[in-house]
DNA sequence: TCGCCGTTTTGAACATGTTCAGAATCTAGC
DNA sequence: GCTAGATTCTGAACATGTTCAAAACGGCGA
């Protein structure tokens, strides 16, 4: 399917209206027939193109996902052509993570009033939008490179570390965003606070983990992370 | 509304419907034609007493969360007629931890095939079936006070921690929800040794934050559970 | 140009969540 | 016992997500 030219215009038509539904009127409101209607076709097409209404959101999810992974990589210079780079990038765990958790809330901002609905449809196990099914793979794994780029470039990350931190942070980012739906504060700045401040604790953790009585526990929180990262990859099995 | 004794059957009627149908069917399946069907009403006289289908689910919440406490309460030796005590309860944290947290992946269990929708529809921030709203109040005060009593009845808890770990727990709570939904091993089992390992990191933790070394980090997590905390009542003014 | 076949599009139809105007039933006061 | 008013219940109606049989379109070989 969507083989000639004008299917592909179709769909991104279809995209990018409910894009702008989806921002502008939330979920409820943005039914299938005005999405379609908007686009200037029949209800029944946009179900050719997307088999369901989570499609839709999924393709929400992406675009928010692509939007966060891009402003973090302007951010630690990053990006291939660094040209311009005004500042240098921080090599400090708690600055580099500080600004990822902060870009993320950035990221998210035009589409706080569908936040609910994202996090609701993204949760979803059976789902093929959620982020934890092995169909969104490509998804989850885009989301957790942000954080490996986060650490990758930190100095101040004791190797034994190294491995297993991204994945504990990309669940501090999903608790982050389990905050920030229900942040109504002006300018989301709660969630700003609690993406420093959490910062601040994890690069704090870091530290102490290098010492010998830290030993033990960190050892025990390494082999927990590594038992809840298996969940998704073997849960969906079926 | 519900001043008659017959109102209140019908009532009662239909909740245990929806929740049996529920929990053999799951949730698509589950139509609220079908509950009223089964109940032996219309279809309308089902909205008279549930507003809509998500408060049936928060029915179904809350029986859950009854059952989780109920059972916690049991096996902590807290329940009033402590007629017949097999064994003491215990007195360290990670004991009472484990305890607590294993004992919500049992009680959740009959509901494993709704557990999805169980969670979509409490992340709802807007929705009044949210545990975050401020009419669910009483059910989430209740799911904390679990915690609260765990941390209470622990003889291994600085006194500095006493008061903001119970916090801390059922954000733990919340994600081993998140990992319970989403396990598909025999008997739950990578859930029940996720509760079990995590409640031995808990108490390493807290053992360790006895430490002078710790103090820093300490006050840090304390300041960050009390940002994120004071979320719920503050956002959902409005 | 014509006809074929895969691709794209349509609009009606269906099931479900939800609303609502009114019918049925019950209770209280006489 | 009887009526007025509140409570409880009904079933049709509506909007929305979704499906599907069939129409329209488009390119390609004869």
């Given at each position: 399917?969507?083989?000639?030219?004008k299917?592909?215009a179709?769909?991104?038509?279809?995209?990018?209206t409910?894009?702008?539904?989806?921002?502008?009127?939330?979920?409820?409101?943005?039914?299938m027939?005005?999405?379609?209607a908007?686009?200037?076709v029949?209800?029944?097409?946009a179900?050719?193109?997307f088999?369901?209404?989570?499609?839709?959101?999924?393709e929400?999810?992406?675009?928010?996902?692509?939007?966060h992974?891009?402003l973090?990589?302007?951010?630690?210079g990053?990006?291939p052509?660094?040209?311009?780079?005004?500042?240098?990038?921080p090599?400090?765990l708690e600055?580099?993570?500080?600004?990822?958790w902060q870009?993320s809330?950035?990221?998210?901002?035009?589409?706080?009033?569908?936040?609910?609905?994202?996090?609701?449809?993204?949760i979803?196990p059976?789902?093929?939008?959620?982020?934890?099914?092995?169909?969104?793979t490509?998804?989850?794994?885009?989301?957790?490179?942000?954080?490996?780029e986060?650490?990758?470039?930190a100095?101040?990350?004791p190797?034994?570390?190294?491995?297993?931190?991204?994945e504990?942070?990309?669940?501090?980012?999903?608790g982050l965003t389990l905050?920030?739906?229900?942040?109504?504060?002006?300018?989301?700045?709660r969630?700003?606070?609690?993406?420093s401040?959490?910062?601040?604790?994890?690069a704090?953790?870091?530290?102490?983990?290098?010492l010998?009585?830290?030993?033990?526990v960190?050892?025990?929180?390494l082999?927990?992370v590594?038992?809840?990262?298996?969940?998704?990859t073997?849960?969906s099995?079926?």
């Open positions: 399917m969507f083989k000639t030219a299917a592909e179709t769909r991104e038509l279809l995209r990018s409910a894009l702008r539904l989806f921002r502008d009127d939330g979920y409820e409101r943005t039914t027939r005005r999405v379609a908007e686009a200037g029949s209800t029944g097409n179900y050719y193109y088999p369901s209404k989570d499609d839709l959101v999924h929400l999810y992406r675009e928010v996902q692509a939007d992974a891009r973090v990589a302007e951010r630690l990053t990006t052509d660094a040209v311009d780079s005004p500042r240098p990038s090599t400090r600055d580099r993570l500080r600004l990822a870009a809330v950035e990221a998210f901002e035009p589409y706080h009033v569908v936040g609910t609905e994202l996090v609701s449809v993204a979803r059976g789902a093929r939008t959620s982020p934890f099914s092995a169909e969104s490509p998804a989850r794994t885009a989301s957790r490179a942000v954080f490996a986060v650490v990758a470039g100095h101040d990350v190797p034994h570390l190294r491995a297993d931190l991204p504990l942070l990309w669940y501090g980012q999903l905050f920030w739906v229900h942040d109504t504060s002006p300018g989301r700045r969630s700003l606070a609690l993406a401040h959490g910062a601040q604790v994890v704090r953790l870091v530290r102490l983990a290098r010998p009585i830290a030993r033990g960190t050892d025990d929180v082999r927990l590594r038992l809840a990262a298996s969940d998704a073997e849960g099995g079926s």
